[in-house]
């Protein structure tokens, strides 16, 4: 199984112990543009998290996904919102067939994209002085030794942990995609900046949240029920989490040559 596929299993899994995304997003966003932002385009909605917040703005959203559960939560969370939503990966997506948007964004999904070809789709999309946006975060304990307990654990069934490598270097100027927005010339005005997020969530719940998380999907069902077992024995009756996003912004400029 893909990680970047593997979660139309656990679709309301997703919806009900993954959190939302925060009502000052919008205007984080929104504000990097020259001109309202009145239409949108999300990349890897999943089941609407970020596109209720945009949408509850009065932004009109194209919300894709490549996953068809995913999307059937999403249609049913969005109802009566400002929301079309696409069966579609971004890699199928033709530019040409849309009106440039004045925005596309991606909530914790631009690294499950082609390399090769995202940065000429998503310019593609936006008008000129039209925004680009990308936020997310590790979903982790709060509690330094609990999570290294966790890590150990987790470790033991899927042993390059749960978090998708950063494709960074190490030395990079931002952390990804910051820094790839910098190399592409029609992108301007990159930032980089961090929303705080913390949450207290019941053990069960937790537990549940790991159950769509991509490293642990793709275990054998055996290993993931004695993985929740072994989290279940260890983890106190709360946890405290650490979710903050970091929000990469830029406005995309006419040619190569604008700054």
């Known amino acids: 199984m893909e990680r970047s596929r593997s979660f139309g299993a656990v679709a309301e899994d997703y919806e009900r112990f993954r959190p939302g995304y925060p009502d000052e997003l919008v205007a984080l966003v929104s504000e990097v543009a020259v001109g309202p932002v ?3 385009i999300e990349i890897g909605a999943g089941t609407g998290k970020a596109t209720r917040t945009f949408a509850a703005a009065g932004i009109e959203v194209v919300a894709t996904d490549p996953d068809v559960d995913m999307l059937g939560v999403l249609r049913r969370e969005c109802s009566g919102l400002p929301v079309t ?15 440039p948007f004045d925005l596309l964004y991606v909530a914790a999904a631009w690294h499950w994209t082609a390399p090769a070809t995202r940065w000429d789709l998503a310019t593609g999309l936006v008008r000129d002085g039209g925004a680009v946006a990308f936020f997310g975060g590790p979903f982790v304990l ?3 030794e609990v999570a290294a307990v966790e890590d150990e654990l987790i470790a033991a069934y899927a042993p390059k942990g749960r978090h998708v490598p950063a494709p960074s270097a190490v030395d990079a100027p931002m952390l990804f995609p910051g820094d790839e927005m910098l190399a592409d010339g029609r992108l301007c005005d990159v930032r980089e900046r961090e929303v705080p997020r913390r949450f207290s969530l019941a053990r069960a719940d937790y537990v549940r949240h790991l159950d769509t998380v991509s490293a642990v999907r793709i275990l054998p069902g055996a290993d993931r029920s004695a993985l929740f077992a072994d989290l279940a024995a260890v983890l106190p009756e709360q946890v405290e989490v650490r979710a903050d996003l970091m929000v990469h912004t830029a406005r995309r400029v006419g040619d190569a040559t604008d700054s």
């Open 38 to 40: 009145r239409r949108a």
């Open 85 to 99: 939503a696409v069966h579609a990966a971004l890699e199928e997506l033709d530019p040409a067939a849309f009106e």
């Open 142 to 144: 709060a509690d330094h």
